[in-house]
């Protein structure tokens, strides 16, 4: 069984900076990409950024390009979102995902998991 950990949100002024982190805990012994999703009052979850484990590959959504950094440690299977220069409309709960989970070097299919979020608040 594998648990995904999210900390850092928070309740911030517009302009701050968090960092939010995920930890995956359980019996993991590859996950292929780490993300972050988003989901704000009344709106579907979106994707924020997410990064390819095996190439450091990352992808943003257009709204945060610039201002948000999704990176990873492979080795504690941990991965993180710094957000800056942040805005009222970031304001969401934040979820991290983990695509392609393999138990075992042998393990013969992956899964997906999802975190139970935490709250990033930003005022005006």
């Known amino acids: 069984q594998v648990q995904l950990v999210e900390s850092g949100g928070g309740l911030l002024q517009a302009g701050g900076s968090l960092n939010l982190s995920c930890a995956a805990l359980g019996s993991i012994f590859s996950i292929k990409v780490m993300g972050w999703y988003r989901q704000a009052p009344g709106k579907t979850r979106e994707l924020v950024a997410n990064i390819i484990t095996s190439s450091g590959s990352t992808n943003y959504a257009d709204s945060v390009k610039g201002r948000f950094t999704v990176s990873r440690d492979n080795a504690k299977n941990t991965w993180y979102l710094q957000m800056n220069s942040l805005k009222p409309e970031d304001t969401a709960v934040y979820h991290c995902?983990?695509?392609?989970?393999?138990?075992?070097?042998?393990?013969?299919?992956?899964?997906?998991?999802w975190g139970k979020g935490t709250l990033v608040t930003v005022s005006s």
């Open positions: 995902h983990a695509e392609g989970v393999r138990a075992g070097p042998t393990w013969g299919y992956e899964l997906d998991y």
